[in-house]
């Protein structure tokens, strides 16, 4: 099983631009998150997903911030423009029907870095 | 006040000794307990769930849990410098979703 892959890696931006994070969960996983990692406020819940329909939002920070889930194996976090506090690691995570009683796997992470 | 609270430490321990990790939460609603191991620069990894009232050993690892006092724990025994890592606690939420606590920095001296 390749677990939960998320691209890019590593991503610079200018503050102002577009920026677009990718993931892929374990096959046959049917709920995915979104959490942001930063030092100040560690890992924060952004959005959670439940077959491909999103659930809880409110951690979305703003509006700046969208993401979507078009199938089952492809979700995208969308920051537009983005700012230097969106700096941090974004981490995508899945797991079997929520997260009671199923663990959820993650991903390697996004590090975002915006000048 | 966070739902999930942590010393955020360091925690310091020789190697062989038990390294004791807590972790407090407040919706009393909370079912499903969670440690998580993290690397510097990884991403988190589950070692250990707990559901119910009392102990979960898994080898080194024995997670407590008390849900009258909303408290949950994580000891480690025979602590190895492999061990040095931030350790995660995690409880769900009403929403049924995973609420993480700030993390422990465990340090294991040599």
């Known amino acids: 099983d390749a677990g939960v892959i998320q691209s890019p890696r590593h991503e610079v931006t200018e503050m102002g631009q577009e920026v677009t994070l990718r993931c892929k969960p374990i096959?046959?996983?049917?709920?995915l998150f979104w959490y942001r990692q930063t030092m100040m406020r560690g890992l924060e819940l952004l959005i959670y997903f439940n077959n491909n329909v999103p659930i809880d939002d409110s951690g979305m920070p703003e509006d700046r911030f969208s993401a979507k889930m078009p199938n089952a194996s492809f979700s995208t976090l969308k920051i537009q423009p983005s700012e230097p506090r969106d700096s941090a690691v974004y981490f995508c995570a899945s797991s079997i029907r929520g997260p009671n009683n199923s663990p959820l796997h993650f991903g390697n992470g996004t590090r975002l870095t915006v000048t | 006040q966070k739902e999930v609270e942590q010393n955020s430490g360091p925690l310091s321990v020789p190697e062989g000794a038990i390294a004791s990790l807590n972790c407090t939460y407040s919706d009393r609603g909370s079912q499903s307990f969670f440690w998580y191991r993290q690397y510097s620069g990884k991403s988190p990894e589950l070692i250990m769930s707990i559901y119910s009232n009392g102990d979960q050993e898994d080898g080194r690892f024995t997670a407590q849990l008390n849900k009258a006092s909303q408290y949950v724990s994580l000891l480690i025994r025979d602590s190895q410098p492999s061990d040095s890592a931030t350790y995660l606690c995690?409880?769900?939420?009403?929403?049924?979703?995973?609420?993480f606590g700030g993390g422990t920095r465990l340090m294991v001296k040599p």
């Open positions: 096959s046959g996983h049917n709920s």
């Open positions: 995690a409880a769900n939420n009403a929403g049924n979703m995973l609420t």
